[in-house]
């Protein structure tokens, strides 16, 4: 038995713990850039709880609220220009998967000169960015549990990751209350994100025994969660345990990695600008059926089944998420592109599968979830 496993990130977990991110901040220095998105910050209060916590502690904060859904790379450009116009010492995220990545992204370019499609694609390296704190207000893509950052360029229709350790936060202050004001259909695609991780992560070729632990938990916490919350209980404990499911999904992706089904959805939010947790719905029973291993017997024994394909095919029904990429924009025109674009941008994601991938399998794939 042979792995590494490094996750230095500081995880601090609980209700009301935002409140503390002062005393975090005033570690690395005295001006941060507040990333958000356009609205749900402010509407919230979270912003102004966050802005007059940092200015408890003498730090001073400039905003910048333009990210959207699949963030682009100029957009994390822009950001970085605002950052270093600004002389911020340290980056700010308040909100989900999205925000997160791009403030990532807007730390990393702060200090380092040219094209982030460059570092993307490994033609260049750093280990330098500003640092960060990562406040999560979805519980689905556990960014702040990872060094990755997924952008969209949008000259090619590129989505892939900026993975560098550089980009770990310096602390995630991981507050189950400040998922709760999330639209349920924002949770049922957050949330089914997280599984996808959890069973990636599980499943995957660069899987060991720490993934392999955390992501059965990560697993179970959100089948006993998920559905309950979507249906509306606000039970705390059900909060925690699907925040905590979303953290874990994120550690263990920046361990183990993804496999097929986040491959393959890239390349479809690249295109259309569709939901992430959507596009995964759609694609994910079928990726599943054609990858099966002994693997996927664990996590249907958590679901209380043994037929895993139709156990996700319920969830998806109970959680009203779309079924078909069609559904979402996408056409049979489409594939040729897609398909080919997923050996480009998404090849390691291929290797990580537990069986063999070739074009024609991901052509077929994309055909069956028309």
């Known amino acids: 038995m042979n792995f590494d496993f490094y996750e230095p990130v500081h995880i601090v977990f609980g209700a009301g713990k935002v409140d503390t991110i002062g005393d975090y901040a005033k570690k690395y220095g005295k001006k941060a850039l507040i990333v958000t998105g356009r609205s749900s910050a402010k509407k919230s209060g979270l912003y102004d709880r966050v802005k007059d916590a940092l200015k408890a502690e003498g730090i001073d904060s400039v905003l910048f609220d333009e990210v959207r859904q699949n963030p682009l790379t100029t957009t994390a450009q822009k950001g970085a220009?605002?950052?270093?116009?600004?002389?911020?010492?340290?980056?700010?995220?308040?909100?989900?998967?999205?925000?997160?990545?791009?403030?990532?992204?807007?730390?990393?370019?702060?200090?380092?000169?040219?094209?982030?499609?460059?570092?993307?694609?490994?033609?260049?390296?750093?280990?330098?960015?500003?640092?960060?704190?990562?406040?999560?207000?979805?519980?689905?893509?556990?960014?702040?549990?990872?060094?990755?950052?997924?952008?969209?360029?949008?000259?090619?229709?590129?989505?892939?990751?900026?993975?560098?350790?550089?980009?770990?936060?310096?602390?995630?202050?991981?507050?189950?209350?400040?998922?709760?004001?999330?639209?349920?259909?924002v949770l049922a695609s957050v949330g089914f994100d997280a599984l996808c991780h959890c069973m990636e992560a599980y499943t995957a070729n660069n899987a060991q025994p720490f993934t392999d632990a955390l992501s059965l938990m990560g697993i179970r916490y959100i089948v006993e969660s998920l559905v309950p919350l979507y249906e509306g209980s606000q039970d705390e404990d059900l909060w925690d345990?699907?925040?905590?499911?979303?953290?874990?999904?994120?550690?263990?992706?920046?361990?183990?990695?993804?496999?097929?089904?986040?491959?393959m959805e890239h390349p479809a939010s690249g295109l259309k600008d569709i939901v992430h947790g959507q596009g995964l719905a759609c694609l994910t029973p079928s990726v599943i059926e054609a990858t099966m291993c002994p693997k996927y017997g664990d996590i249907a024994k958590i679901f209380g089944t043994d037929d895993l394909v139709q156990a996700i095919k319920d969830l998806i029904v109970k959680l009203?998420?779309?079924?078909?990429?069609?559904?979402?924009?996408?056409?049979?025109?489409?594939?040729?592109?897609?398909?080919?674009?997923?050996m480009k941008v998404s090849a390691g994601n291929l290797v990580n599968t537990p069986v063999k991938v070739d074009i024609d399998l991901v052509h077929k794939l994309y055909q069956k979830a028309m």
């Open 320 to 342: 009203e998420l779309p079924t078909k990429l069609s559904d979402l924009g996408l056409e049979e025109k489409d594939i040729d592109w897609m398909s080919e674009n997923c």
């Open 241 to 263: 345990k699907m925040t905590l499911a979303a953290t874990i999904g994120g550690m263990v992706i920046g361990q183990a990695g993804v496999t097929l089904a986040h491959g």
């Open 81 to 185: 220009d605002m950052a270093k116009a600004e002389g911020c010492e340290l980056v700010v995220a308040l909100g989900g998967g999205s925000i997160m990545d791009c403030a990532k992204s807007i730390a990393f370019l702060a200090v380092n000169d040219g094209d982030i499609n460059d570092y993307i694609f490994g033609r260049k390296v750093s280990d330098e960015a500003l640092p960060m704190i990562l406040v999560p207000t979805t519980c689905g893509t556990g960014s702040e549990g990872n060094g990755f950052a997924v952008l969209t360029n949008p000259d090619t229709g590129d989505k892939k990751s900026l993975r560098t350790s550089a980009i770990i936060a310096k602390v995630s202050i991981v507050d189950p209350q400040c998922m709760m004001t999330m639209p349920k259909h």
